[in-house]
């Protein structure tokens, strides 16, 4: 499973912070390990120290926050699994509303991992429904319009999907991911991106694949194949990465 990047991990973990002024909290140094390994995208060894500390404060003022922060931490570390069980156990914190949105959303983005696509996007829709006041604080509309189109498209709600996928604004954070995906209409793979057409070209030509040029940038990307199945596409991903480590599935 590939990895997402940093900045769509964090999201709004600053806004979060937990208090350290007179915490009498028991081992408070594997919090701070926790969230210098995160940072540094050590997101295994980041959530171990999450759950220690949870295990040492069970009852700690701010249990949900972390325990939110240890479900980031896990799946970053590619376990879906372990990731929702925190998600899970964070909501029976009875968060307040801006963590208890962002707790929903990073759930439904496991679930789309497990390829549990009917509860994810039961979970979008929620998260999308949420007052802007509410959910605003700790998720932003591009990282929602753009995580929410990709589990439309493996749902096979193709319309829908880019619908999402066109609201994603290009000059954002989402935006160059949300290019590569738009115009769509069947799963394919990406092979690699070069700013060289000329480059893209022949690489396309190694693979028998399609050069599609990203609109707004000066990137072209090389992809192979069609399927109507993201599971067909992801067989593809796999053998291709043999020789192109990089290779993912779009959308």
């Not at 932003?140 to 709600?157: F, K, V």
């Amino acid at each position: 499973m590939r990895r997402i990047g940093l900045a769509a991990l964090l999201g709004a973990a600053a806004s979060g912070c937990v208090a350290t002024t007179g915490d009498p909290a028991r081992n408070r140094h594997y919090l701070e390990q926790a969230d210098k390994l995160f940072l540094l995208e050590q997101y295994s060894q980041a959530a171990g120290y999450y759950d220690e500390f949870l295990r040492d404060n069970p009852d700690h003022v701010e249990r949900a926050e972390v325990r939110t922060r240890a479900g980031r931490a896990h799946f970053g570390a590619g376990r879906p699994d372990l990731a929702i069980a925190a998600f899970d156990r964070a909501m029976t914190e009875n968060p307040a509303a801006p963590l208890r949105w962002e707790i929903q959303f990073r759930r439904a983005v496991a679930l789309r991992a497990q390829g549990d696509f009917a509860r994810a996007l039961e979970g979008f829709r929620a998260v999308a429904a949420a007052p802007l006041s509410e959910r605003g604080q700790r998720v932003q509309n591009d990282e929602l319009h753009y995580e929410y189109a990709i589990t439309l498209c493996r749902a096979g709600e193709w319309s829908a999907g880019q619908a999402e996928l066109a609201k994603v604004s290009p000059t954002g954070p989402k935006g160059r991911e949300a290019q590569k995906r738009l115009g769509l209409s069947a799963f394919t793979v990406q092979v690699a991106s070069f700013e060289d057409p000329t480059r893209a070209q022949a690489e396309a030509a190694k693979v028998k694949g399609l050069v599609r040029p990203i609109p707004n940038e000066k990137l072209f990307v090389v992809t192979s194949g069609a399927f109507p199945r993201y599971e067909e596409a992801v067989r593809e991903a796999e053998r291709l990465r043999r020789t192109y480590p990089e290779a993912f599935v779009l959308p």
